[in-house]
């Protein structure tokens, strides 16, 4: 049995977890219906009011949010309370350019931060620990999130941010941190660095690492926990939804457990979005039965995912999510941030070029890559080198401010780029090859 | 004045440089000069050919980028200090050189050699005023 944050929640029989669902349920519909014009529509559209949702048992009457309406209702569309009971917001990338933002009041914030916590205390921590936040901090989740459960459980926290390798290995020695925090592709770069610098694993003090915000393998996970010497724990959420910590494992790491009392997961075949059983493949959709601000009802996460609901060696009652096995869509997560081909699209027509690119993705030394082949116009080509290479800059940067990520332009000839059927092919995700499924 | 000059975009990786060679050598065209510049991700090879238009016909036959670019050809005494002199004169007036080059064949008196700057025809005329003999395309050809 482990280590609990909220046991009164986490080992709740299971009877119970359903009534309390279904009591949040009907309160969160009514609180929606009356506060977000945009949901209420969808309702009514479909016929439903919140009189219908008499508990659990009807959530499958209601209808989808989709990232497109979140899209649509930009930015302050699905906002259901006043902003000035709002105290954040975070955002993330989406479709077409606009972004996704999602407003937090105390509350929610309260909320999420437990949630985090909880996966911490699952991971082995508590107020003893040194906690080392190497997840990016600002408009991303992954930072303040896991920053906000650490402070919640009372150990002493790192706010580190990613980046400056150097600097977390300097903290993580002189103050001795136990936990680290951060996204898989980003620990394993940690892991190569200590080893550059000469440290042996056992040389740090950290005993366990929570990892997120981009797919990672079983291999990843073993190579992580040789070279840092630590045991290696997944931690699943979306912005959308609160964050960091929506799901988080265990010490059986054969999972991760979904917090039931804040968030009804269901697997749907995403088609027809019919309710899937239990066991089944399909798209996992999450409705937020406590969020005051942004509270979404039965959202697509367009993750293809299981849900198993087995005992647990930890004690947990809450039914766990496998790592998510693909995308039904054509977003890539790369370094942790959601991309689609459209948004490269965008900037290419922004710039003056013609849409006629590949984006290649691939993973060297754990990192993530990311490669824009761009074909040139006649009026794009230049005798002079520093004329090229400052045309591939210039775009480089463009895609940076929309992506926030720095790809590898590269200038190719007009028709290089290979076609099938007419078509240039989009999308080359090398990653595939290792075995890490997008 | 200035002669002309095919420039042709490749890529960086084995092979793209032969396919314009190829190319060259199978339309039967001489090259006269020719320089490489390369980045990690592409090359530009710039040449001077005996017949720039068919070479260029040749060149966008073959699916290459090619495009053609006017350049400063100069003859300059083939002994020490000979280049220094014309490339003093174009520095002392403020004209940045983007790249130069030396043709393959030379006569007993005199290396040419191929100037790229931003201002080709101020470039030509201090060359002149200087005493430098320009290259025209009709010299390279009886070169």
Known sequence: ?438 | MAIRQLSIFVENRPGTLADVTDAIADAQIDIRAMSMADTQQFGLIRMIVDDVETAKQKLIDRNLFVKITEVVGVAVSDEPGGLARAVRIIADAGINVDYLYAFISVSKKNAYVVIRVDDNSAAEKLLAENGFTLVTEADISSL
């Not at chain 1, 991971?123 to 930072?143: K, N, R």
Request: glycine share 8%.
């Open chain 1, 1 to 438: 049995m482990g280590q609990y944050f909220q046991k009164e929640f986490e080992t709740m029989p299971v009877e119970q977890i359903r009534e309390l669902q279904s009591e949040k349920l009907v309160k969160q519909v009514k609180h929606v219906y009356d506060n977000v014009k945009y949901y209420r529509d969808l309702m009514d559209e479909k016929g439903v009011k919140p009189e219908d949702i008499k508990g659990i048992d009807d959530l499958h009457k209601l209808p989808f949010i989709s990232k497109e309406d979140l899209r649509k209702s930009y930015p302050y569309g699905m906002l259901a309370t006043d902003l000035k009971n709002c105290v954040r917001i975070h955002s993330t990338s989406g479709t077409t350019g606009k972004r996704v933002i999602a407003y937090y009041t105390q509350k929610d914030v309260d909320m999420w931060d437990e949630c985090c916590a909880r996966a911490l205390t699952a991971a082995g921590a508590g107020d003893e620990d040194i906690v080392q936040v190497a997840y990016g901090f600002g408009l991303f989740t992954g930072g303040a999130g896991l920053n906000g459960g650490s402070h919640k459980l009372g150990s002493l926290t790192l706010p580190m941010s990613s980046g400056n390798t150097d600097r977390q290995i300097q903290f993580m020695m002189d103050l001795k941190s136990t936990v680290i925090c951060c996204t898989p592709s980003y620990a394993a770069y940690i892991g190569e660095v200590l080893a550059e610098k000469g440290y042996k694993p056992e040389d740090n003090h950290l005993k366990a690492g929570i990892f997120g915000a981009e797919a990672w393998t079983e291999e990843m996970r073993r190579d992580i926990e040789n070279k840092l010497g630590i045991k290696a724990y997944d931690i699943y959420g979306l912005t959308e939804i609160s964050g960091p910590g929506v799901a988080f494992e265990c010490e059986s790491q054969t999972g991760m457990h979904i917090n039931e009392d804040h968030f009804v997961a269901e697997i749907i075949n995403p088609e027809t979005g019919e309710v899937l059983p239990e066991g089944e493949k399909g798209e996992l959709v999450f409705t937020a039965l406590d969020k005051e601000a942004f509270p979404m009802l039965r959202y697509r996460t367009r993750d293809i995912c299981v849900l198993t609901r087995e005992k647990c060696s930890c004690g947990r009652t809450f039914i766990k999510m496998c790592k998510p096995m693909g995308r039904s869509d054509d977003m890539m997560i790369i370094k942790g941030v959601n991309v689609f081909p459209s948004q490269i699209e965008a900037v290419l027509l922004n710039e003056g070029y013609a849409p006629n690119y590949q984006i290649v993705v691939d993973r060297v030394n754990n990192s993530d890559t990311l490669d824009v082949y761009v074909e040139m116009k006649d009026s794009d080509f230049s005798d002079k080198i520093k004329d090229m290479t400052r045309k591939e800059k210039e775009l480089s940067g463009a895609i940076k401010t929309m992506l926030g990520i720095k790809p590898i332009v590269h200038l190719v000839a007009p028709k290089s780029i290979a076609r099938s059927e007419g078509k240039a092919v989009r999308v080359i995700d090398k990653r595939k090859r290792l075995g890490i499924t997008i």
